[in-house]
T-cell receptor
Framework: GQNIDQPTEMTATEGAIVQINCTYQ??????LFWYQQHAGEAPTFLSY??LDGLEEKGRFSSFLSRSKGYSYLLLKELQMKDSASYLC??????????WGAGTKLIIKP | NAGVTQTPKFRILKIGQSMTLQCTQD?????MYWYRQDPGMGLKLIYY???????DKGEVPNGYNVSRSTTEDFPLRLELAAPSQTSVYFC????????????FGPGTRLTVL
């Protein structure tokens, strides 16, 4: 079967760094997305990785290891506005997205 | 550009009623999707379309129907609403499948009582 695992909830402090992990098992693999979703709003795109390695985009970075079926999203210099759910989604062999349940990130002052 | 728009934002239905959720995109995207999101669960694909006149089932299509007569519009029809269809529904679009970013509408919060 196809499965995405990510922690349900994480707490971090304003100004700190947090890493949100995601492991995936899919029939075929064509990349991995991270989306941000604030409460009551729609998901918005953060990153897409298809090759192994780290991609940096401002305060946010995303890492992929295809051999380990593993990805993480790294958020630096946390701000209160980063309080949101972070959704991991893997692209399977049919180019469909398989979504994780999301990680709710709580930022404390 | 308005992006992806959805109507209505909220709706309460009685069991057995029917309704259509509207979705429109103005980005000339080929692919459009309907998802439902239940609390604590990932997004589940209901139906998708790869272009006007072409639709296909996703993971959870039962109780729903779609049509795609134009590139812009992708309405979702609920027939005989059931409490299990209480959810938040998101419409999304992308230029191509898979590796292309999906753009989401603001969602419709539906309650079936």
């Amino acid at each position: 079967g196809q499965n995405i695992d990510q922690p349900t909830e994480m707490t971090a402090t304003e100004g700190a760094i947090v890493q949100i992990n995601c492991t995936y098992q899919t029939s075929g693999f064509n990349g991995l997305f991270w989306y941000q979703q604030h409460a009551g709003e729609a998901p918005t795109f953060l990153s897409y990785n298809v090759l192994d390695g780290l991609e940096e985009k401002g305060r946010f970075s995303s890492f992929l290891s295809r051999s380990k079926g593993y990805s993480y999203l790294l958020l630096k210099e946390l701000q209160m506005k980063d309080s949101a759910s972070y959704l991991c989604a893997a692209v399977d062999s049919n180019y469909q997205l398989i979504w994780g349940a999301g990680t709710k990130l709580i930022i404390k002052p | 550009n308005a992006g992806v728009t959805q109507t209505p934002k909220f709706r309460i239905l009685k069991i057995g009623q029917s309704m259509t959720l509207q979705c429109t995109q103005d980005m000339n995207h080929n692919y459009m999707y309907w998802y439902r999101q239940d609390p604590g669960m990932g997004l589940k694909l209901i139906y998708y379309s790869v272009g006007a006149g072409i639709t296909d089932k996703g993971e959870v299509p039962n109780g729903y129907n779609v049509s795609r007569s134009t590139t812009e519009d992708f309405p979702l029809r609920l027939e005989l609403a059931a409490p299990s269809q209480t959810s938040v529904y998101f419409c999304a679009s992308s230029y191509e499948a898979g590796y292309n970013e999906q753009f989401f509408g603001p969602g419709t919060r539906l309650t079936v009582l």
